[in-house]
């Protein structure tokens, strides 16, 4: 049995093949998805899990070089891009209006749907390279 990290297998196997640009999205309950994009489905109720408590835990889990948020979530939803702002503060951040935003979503490896209903609690995490125990 695993010890550590994510022990969703679909979550792990995704990020264990991801290269380098690769990206997935972690979505609220309200983000299409585009035919052809695999789903991972963790929406249990409204609002569980969290939109934080996914990205947080895959953030841990996965080398992240840029975020890409929709220029909208500055307006219509203050925590989530604070929360945003403070986990990827040393990562590349870039907005695009909600439509490019969506229309990103078409390349992703996997979306994994978060039980988040607040809007625009969306991001595309694009992966980096890690060579080991860099500090």
Request: negative net charge; glycine residues 8%.
């Amino acid at each position: 049995m695993k010890k550590h990290g994510i022990l969703n297998s679909h979550i792990a196997k995704v990020l264990a093949d991801l290269g380098h640009t690769d990206y997935i999205v972690i979505a609220d309950v309200g983000l299409p998805i585009p035919d052809g994009v695999p789903k991972i489905d963790l929406a249990l109720t409204y609002g569980v899990p969290s939109f934080e408590q996914v990205v947080e835990i895959v953030a841990n889990d996965m080398e992240i070089e840029k975020v890409v948020i929709a220029e909208e979530i500055k307006a219509q939803n203050q925590p989530a891009y604070g929360f945003i702002q403070q986990t990827f503060a040393s990562q590349t951040l870039e907005t695009y209006s909600h439509e490019q935003f969506k229309a990103l979503t078409a390349g992703a490896k996997v979306i994994i749907r978060t039980g988040e209903a607040k809007p625009y609690a969306n991001c595309i995490l694009y992966s980096g390279v890690y060579f080991g125990n860099e500090e």
